[in-house]
């Protein structure tokens, strides 16, 4: 069956943003702690598409550090191995993400969003991203955070250059939820799948 895959760091939004996408019709858990989800779960559209929610990558607190290795590998070879991955979405948390690529960047290392980001593009899986939790961003700060969200994915700004890969969403409020439903109609269109679209139907 084709899969459309959800990966990003722990605690971004993964489960909540599925339940939000299918409007309750998948059967969801959704965790205050990070790493809630642990294997990858799948949720079967009418036997005809699967969502995969990944388990979350990154720095957990509380998890051994060998466990985050572990979540990264299974990640990238399921990634790597499947081929009825239809694309991917890449889920961030937009509020907290400048600040965590910046904390990287001081250390000389590249932000794990950023190498995940790229590593979509290159194995093929053409990533539409979720920025996740916008209700968190404050509204006359909301341009210059989404400029600094797409440069931490190695986007150049400003960030409306992007908008076919690059959708402020909340999940907790709905917001930005219609044009990230119409984008993914449009992904599955374009991998050859329009019967699909009906599953993101934006009412
Ligand atoms: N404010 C706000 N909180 C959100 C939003 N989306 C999710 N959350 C909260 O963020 C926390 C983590 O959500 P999950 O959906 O479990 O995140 P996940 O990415 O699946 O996490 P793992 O399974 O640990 O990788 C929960 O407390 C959610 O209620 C959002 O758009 N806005
Ligand atoms: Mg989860």
């Known amino acids: 069956m084709p899969e459309i ?18 409007r ?102 053409d990533p539409i991203v979720a920025a996740n939790k916008i209700d968190k961003i404050k509204p006359i700060e909301f341009e210059e955070h989404m400029d600094a969200v797409a440069e931490a994915l190695g986007l150049f700004p400003p960030w409306r250059q992007w908008l076919d890969t690059l959708f402020p969403i909340s999940a907790k409020t709905g917001e930005g939820l219609v044009e990230f439903l119409e984008a993914l109609q449009e992904r599955v269109r374009k991998a050859g799948y329009p019967e699909f679209a009906r599953f993101f139907r934006t009412k």
């Open 5 to 22: 895959v959800l990966v990003g760091r722990s605690n971004v939004g993964k489960s909540s943003l599925i339940r939000a996408i299918t």
């Open 24 to 125: 309750g019709a998948a059967d969801v858990r959704v965790g205050k702690r990070p790493g809630v989800t642990r294997k990858p779960v799948f949720h079967e559209l009418d036997g005809e598409l699967v969502l995969v929610d990944m388990p979350g990558f990154g720095f957990m607190s509380g998890v051994p550090r060998r466990y985050q290795e572990r979540v990264k590998d299974l990640i990238v070879r399921y990634l790597e191995e499947k081929d009825n991955i239809l694309f991917a979405i890449h889920v961030v948390d937009a509020k907290a993400l400048p600040e965590i690529a910046e904390r990287w960047e001081r250390r000389g290392e590249i932000p794990i969003d950023r190498e995940m980001f790229q590593f979509l593009n290159e194995v093929g899986l």
